[in-house]
């Protein structure tokens, strides 16, 4: 051989025998801290290897700012990590496209592997899970998606080198970030909208936008197969209403049929027998009184407040609000006890609080920390306390923690949180729930007297619609929803004759009005408005036979009571 070929042939050698050696050599320091359980292909993901990586973040084509964001934040925490910048692109497959075996499927995906988990994470909370060659990391909500990818993000800091990242093949996490809402089955549908919403006290929501009524029966239907038992199924004008329960949770189902928005609502399981409780004896006729709370204190102000109270046939009560204060104290408990027909202590089948204004709660406190409370049992409260938050964010707060607080101190009585489509039974008396704040959420809440109940109470067929405090807002909202559903025979007049909505007077078209105001703001005396006249006010007082002025006095109605035919409304008014 040529001496200058055999030169250059041991020059080849010697420079392979180097290259080979270096590269050994860097190979042998990426898999320096390798563990050996890593090794193996079938149990370990190499996302960043040899400070490369073919994984790339996959996000929802529709994904919203915050989803991306996320991502975004997850795909810097790898690159400060490994040194390596993975790729992002959302989940778009065309003819020519396919997907990837190597992703990190961020959100609700159009990959199988991300609805496969999907499938199985509770609302409110998330997964991290390996399916495959694939990480994924899911949720239903934009906030808890959020969580989930700092907690991988939180693992790369973690197991994360430079040059290297892997992951087990068997790697999952999990957690919640909003509690309670985990226990409502999926809803499963295409092209819907889901958020999730505090409703205080234990209480959330799941709230549904774009569904179809179709897909809300068969959801509710499905709920059987999840655990639960069906307790009442019911429509009432353009609203269906389901409550299904289990050992664990009371679920309440809605669906505005107009709107195309369903909201499911999970208690935690309490007794339900106010709602079934349809067997008594009966020892007295039934009746409702108006007790009158006009009052003028030290300052001049003239003071109302509002006080229903119904005797239902088995001799228990239901009081509405009560009033405020020692005054309001002293003439509710003189009113129950001229009522009181059975031997013992009086009992209270059902309190409700229409809402946390001091007017309406406050003689309910002030009798908690009297001796009249050794002398009374309640044995249910009801009421639809909105958040802190949303209280604080309309700079009033209410009494809702005091109240909340002094309904703890009956430890005998439930406290059940209201729903529209409850229909509760006591004595004989019947009070369907029409309208709490949760049936507009996730609206922004406007004003306290928006969170008041509205709900009707039926005896012996008279029936008496209950407006509370009921806003403009809300009162239009009845309106839409159920139009001639709301045909009673009495109406309570809606924050004692301050605001209204004639269209709503006009609906329930009463012959009887209960005013819960004051005599003085009635008729304008002593430079106060004569609200009787403000246009809603108006049309309800036309509509009726019979008006009742509460004052400071109190007036009882036998149930059915039937007004006699007038030309003109009826005033009574204690004068």
């Known amino acids: 051989m040529n001496r200058k070929y055999k030169a250059a042939g041991w020059l080849l050698l010697v ?18 801290d390798t563990p050996a359980s890593e090794t193996a292909a079938a149990e370990t993901l190499m996302v960043v290897s040899g400070g490369k990586s073919s994984y790339v973040i996959v996000t929802p084509k529709a ?3 915050e989803v991306e964001s996320a991502a975004q934040e997850l795909r810097d925490a790898i690159r400060k990590k490994t040194g390596v910048s993975l790729k992002r692109k959302n989940d778009l497959l065309t003819i020519t496209s396919k997907a990837s075996e190597t992703e990190i499927l961020i959100g609700n995906t159009n990959r199988e592997e991300s609805k496969a988990v999907m499938q ?5 909370e998330y997964a991290i899970r390996v399916v495959g060659k694939k990480v994924v990391i899911a949720a239903w909500d934009e906030t808890t998606l959020q969580k989930a990818c700092e907690v991988f993000a939180e693992y790369v800091q973690e197991k994360g080198k430079f040059g290297r990242l892997t992951l087990a093949s068997d ?10 809402v985990g226990a409502i089955p999926h809803y499963e549908d295409k092209g819907i909208t889901t958020q999730y919403i505090d409703l205080a006290d234990g209480s959330c929501m799941l709230y ?33 209403y389901a409550i299904y329960n289990n050992e664990e949770t009371i679920l309440h189902a809605s669906f505005n049929t107009t709107t195309r928005e369903a909201r499911i609502a999970a208690d935690k399981a309490y007794d339900m027998t106010i709602f079934t409780d349809t067997e008594y004896e009966k020892v007295c006729e039934p009746t409702v009184s108006l007790v009158g709370q006009e009052v003028e204190v030290s300052t001049g102000w003239i003071y109302n407040a509002m006080c229903l109270v119904f005797r239902a046939e088995d001799g228990r ?9 020692l005054f309001s104290v002293n003439k509710l408990y003189k009113t129950l006890r001229s009522l009181h027909v059975n031997d013992g202590k009086i009992t209270i089948a059902a309190w409700i609080m229409t809402h946390a204004h001091s007017d309406h709660t406050g003689a309910f406190q002030t009798l908690s920390n009297t001796t009249m409370k050794k002398r009374i049992v309640v044995e249910n409260f009801i009421h639809h306390f909105s958040t802190d938050a949303q209280h604080e964010a309309i700079g009033s707060a209410g009494t809702s923690q005091k109240t909340r607080t002094a309904m703890k101190g009956y430890r005998d009585a439930n406290i059940i949180k209201a729903h529209s489509g409850q229909v509760i039974q006591a004595g004989g008396m019947e009070i369907e729930m029409l309208f709490t704040y949760a049936d507009m959420e996730p609206a922004v809440l406007d004003e306290m007297n928006t969170t008041s109940l509205v709900f009707r ?6 029936s008496i619609m209950v407006l509370g405090d009921a806003s403009n807002r809300s009162l239009n909202y009845l309106c839409n929803i159920y139009g001639d559903y709301l045909k009673s025979d009495m109406v309570q007049i809606a924050h004692h004759g301050y605001n209204g909505v004639a269209k709503a007077y006009e609906w329930i078209d009463a012959d009887v009005v209960l005013w819960p105001g004051g005599v003085r703001q009635f008729y304008g005396r002593e430079g106060l408005y004569r609200i009787k006249d403000w246009k809603f006010n108006k049309k309800a007082l036309d509509l009726a036979e019979e008006a009742y002025i509460a004052g400071d006095d109190v007036y009882t109605l036998i149930l059915p009571h039937t007004p006699e035919d007038n030309d003109t409304v009826k005033i009574y008014d204690g004068e």
């Open 457 to 462: 109470v039926t005896a012996r067929d008279n």
């Open 171 to 180: 790697y999952t996490a999990s957690g919640d970030t909003f509690k309670g």
């Open 120 to 124: 199985d994470v509770p609302y409110g």
């Open 63 to 65: 994904a919203s700012e």
């Open 208 to 240: 549904v936008a774009n569904t179809s009524r179709g897909d809300f029966v068969k959801y509710v239907e499905g709920l059987s197969d999840a655990g639960f038992t069906e307790f009442s199924f019911r429509q009432a004008g353009k609203m269906l």
């Open 317 to 325: 009560f239901i009081i509405v609000d009560g009033g405020y204060g």
């Open 15 to 32: 420079a392979a025998v180097l290259l080979l050696h270096g590269l050994i050599g860097r190979t042998e320091a990426w898999a320096a």
